[in-house]
C-alpha cells in the first residue's frame, strides 16, 4: 500500500532534523506551483535563543550565481555585449579575455581569487573586500586553460559581471536585484547581504559537530554577484513558484539559464548560467549550492515533475543529500543502496592528472568504494560490477594503457601517470612565483617538511607537507577564505642537471599552473 504523501514528507522532515543534526535549519517543498513544505527547525542564532523561522534571513552564497546571470540575460539577451567590459578588467592579461558568455558557464579559464588570495598569504579569517578582491582581478596574467574548452568554477567570474552590470547601469548592484529580480517574482525580504560578518537578523552560521560542539563561524569576505544573496525561505519559494508560474514561457528568465550550453569544441556542459545541471533519481534536474563557513544550502528544481526543493542549513551538514531525500519522498521512490562487499581494486596509489599538473591519490575506503584525492575535498566513489569506480560524474576507468580519469563536467578525460617511488626531502628554500609577485617558503623544521606562502595579503600559516611520489608533494590548505578550501596544493619539483631542486609547479583544483622558481 502506497504511503501518502502527507506522510512520507513529515517522515522526511523528521529524518533531516535527526540525519543532519546542527543549530538549525529550513526545507520547503513546491509542486504544481503549491506549497507542500514550508518548515523550519531550531534556532537561527544559538547563543540569543532566536529561532530558525521560514522569514529567517539566511546566507545562500553561491545560489547567488544564477541571479546574477539572470540578470545579465534581463539587461544584455545576448551577453558577448559585455566581452569588452571583461577585457577591461583583466588589464595585465597576456592574450584574448574570454567572453561574458564563458563567465557565465564558469568556463572562463580564470583562475579562482579566493584560491590565489592564500598564494598571497591571506590568513583563513582575514579580511578580503573590494580591494583585495580587485588587485587579484587585475593581476591576473595567465589563463588555466583556453576559454569554452573546460569547466572549472571561478567565484570572480560572477563578481565581474555583477560590477559589469552596476557600471553599465549606473545603480548599485543590490539595487539592481531589487528592482529587476526580487520585486519583480516576490522575493520581499532578499537583500544583497554583501559583508559576511554578519546577518542583519542576527542569523548566525556554525562549525563544528554534535560531537565536538558548535561554535559561531567567523567569516570576514566582502562579495557581491559571486554569492552575496541574503534570502528567507518563503523568498526562495517565491522564486520557485515564479519558476513554475513561467515554465510554459520559453523567454522566461529560468528558462533561458536552465537551456542547454555547450563547450567551444560542442560538447554538452553541465553548468551554465549559474546552474548545475545533472540527474536525480533518474529525473533531469537543474540546481545549485551554497556554502561559506557556517553555512549550507541547496536548491534543485525538477522542471518534467515541476517540482523543487529548497533546504537550508546554518551548519556544516550535507544540504544536497538532505535535497535529494525531500525529493524522494515527494517522487515516492527509494534512493539506489550501495552495493559493498567489492575487493580494493589493484590500481590503487598516487598519480598526476597530466592536463592539470595535480596530483590524484586513490585509497581504499569501506563499503567497496575507493577515496581519491583530486579536488577540493575526498572523494568516494563506488567501485563497479565492471572494474570501473564513479558514476557519470566522475569516473577512474582501468584500460590496458592503464588508468584513466574520465570527467565529463569539466570536458575532461586523461591517462593518469603513475607516481611509484619516495619523495626526497631536499626541497626546502625560498621559491617566488613572478606572476603573482609571491612567495613559497620550504622549512626542514627537525626533520619534518613544512610550507607556507606570503604576498601582499601577509603570510599564511606554515603546514606540514605530504610526500605523495618522486618531487612530488602536498601542501594541504584545511582553512580559507571560502567554505571548503582549495584542498591540498600539488608541489610538483624540477631539477637542474647537477640535481638540485629548482622550480615548483603549484596548483590546485581551483587556480593552477604557476611556477615558483627558487631564489634561495
Not at 31 to 54: C, K
Not at 162 to 174: E, K, N, P, T
Not at 350 to 361: D, H, I, K, M
Request: hydrophobic content about 40%.
Amino acid at each position: 500500500m502506497t504511503t501518502p504523501l502527507p506522510t512520507r514528507l513529515d517522515r522526511a522532515l523528521d529524518a533531516i532534523a535527526r540525519d543532519y543534526p546542527g543549530p538549525g535549519g529550513g526545507a520547503a517543498v513546491v509542486r504544481d506551483g503549491e506549497v507542500l513544505v514550508r518548515h523550519a527547525w531550531g534556532w537561527a542564532n544559538a547563543e540569543l535563543r532566536i529561532p530558525f523561522t521560514p522569514r529567517t534571513l539566511f546566507r545562500m552564497c553561491s545560489i547567488t550565481k544564477q541571479f546574477t546571470c539572470a540578470l545579465v540575460l534581463d539587461a544584455f539577451p545576448d551577453p558577448s555585449a559585455l566581452d569588452a567590459d571583461v577585457r577591461a578588467r583583466l588589464p595585465s592579461l597576456e592574450g584574448p579575455a574570454p567572453a561574458a558568455l564563458r563567465l557565465c558557464h564558469n568556463q572562463s579559464g580564470l583562475r579562482d581569487y579566493w584560491a590565489v588570495a592564500m598564494l598571497h598569504g591571506a590568513p583563513a579569517e582575514s579580511p578580503f573586500g573590494d580591494a583585495e578582491a580587485a588587485r587579484v582581478i587585475a593581476g591576473e596574467r595567465t589563463l588555466q586553460f583556453a576559454p569554452g574548452s573546460r569547466f572549472s568554477y571561478v567565484n570572480q567570474n560572477f563578481r565581474l559581471l555583477s560590477d559589469i552590470l552596476q557600471d553599465r547601469a549606473g545603480r548599485g548592484f543590490a539595487e539592481l536585484l531589487r528592482a529587476r529580480l526580487f520585486d519583480r517574482v516576490g522575493m520581499e525580504s532578499a537583500l544583497l547581504a554583501a559583508d559576511t560578518r554578519a546577518m542583519p537578523d542576527g542569523t548566525e552560521g556554525y562549525e563544528g559537530t554534535p560531537a565536538s560542539g558548535f561554535r559561531a563561524a567567523e567569516n570576514r569576505i566582502l562579495w557581491t554577484g559571486d554569492a552575496g544573496l541574503g534570502a528567507s525561505l518563503d523568498d526562495m519559494i517565491a522564486w520557485e513558484r515564479h519558476i513554475d508560474a513561467t515554465r510554459d514561457d520559453a523567454a522566461s528568465l529560468y528558462r533561458r539559464l536552465s537551456a542547454p550550453v555547450s563547450f567551444a569544441d560542442g560538447a554538452p556542459a553541465y553548468y551554465g548560467f549559474g546552474l548545475s545541471r545533472g540527474q536525480e533519481l533518474g529525473r533531469a534536474v537543474s540546481g545549485h549550492g551554497g556554502a561559506l563557513r557556517g553555512w549550507r544550502s541547496h536548491r534543485l528544481h525538477v522542471a518534467a515533475e515541476r517540482v523543487s526543493v529548497v533546504v537550508m542549513f546554518n551548519h556544516l551538514a550535507n544540504a544536497h543529500d538532505a535535497a535529494v531525500d525531500l525529493l524522494a519522498a515527494v517522487l515516492d521512490v527509494q534512493r539506489p543502496p550501495r552495493v559493498s562487499g567489492r575487493p580494493a581494486p589493484p590500481w590503487l596509489g598516487a598519480y598526476v592528472e597530466p592536463q592539470t599538473g595535480l596530483s590524484v591519490r586513490i585509497e581504499a575506503a569501506p563499503e567497496g568504494r575507493v577515496s581519491v584525492r583530486y579536488g577540493h575535498a575526498p572523494m568516494l566513489l563506488d567501485l563497479q560490477a565492471d572494474g570501473t569506480a564513479g558514476d557519470d560524474d566522475v569516473r577512474l576507468r582501468p584500460s590496458q594503457d592503464g588508468l584513466w580519469l574520465d570527467l565529463p563536467r569539466d570536458n575532461q578525460s586523461s591517462l593518469l601517470r603513475p607516481c611509484p617511488g619516495e619523495a626526497a626531502p631536499d626541497i626546502a628554500g625560498r621559491y617566488r612565483c613572478a606572476e603573482l609577485d609571491a612567495e613559497l617558503t620550504l622549512i626542514d623544521a627537525g626533520g619534518a617538511p613544512y610550507g607556507g606562502f606570503s604576498g601582499f595579503l601577509g603570510r599564511g600559516r606554515m603546514e606540514q607537507l605530504a610526500p605523495i611520489g618522486p618531487d612530488l608533494w602536498a601542501l594541504p590548505c584545511p582553512r580559507a577564505l571560502d567554505h571548503t578550501p582549495p584542498g591540498d596544493w600539488t608541489l610538483a619539483f624540477q631539477r637542474d642537471d647537477a640535481g638540485r631542486p629548482v622550480r615548483a609547479e603549484v596548483g590546485c583544483w581551483l587556480a593552477r599552473g604557476l611556477n615558483y622558481d627558487r631564489i634561495g
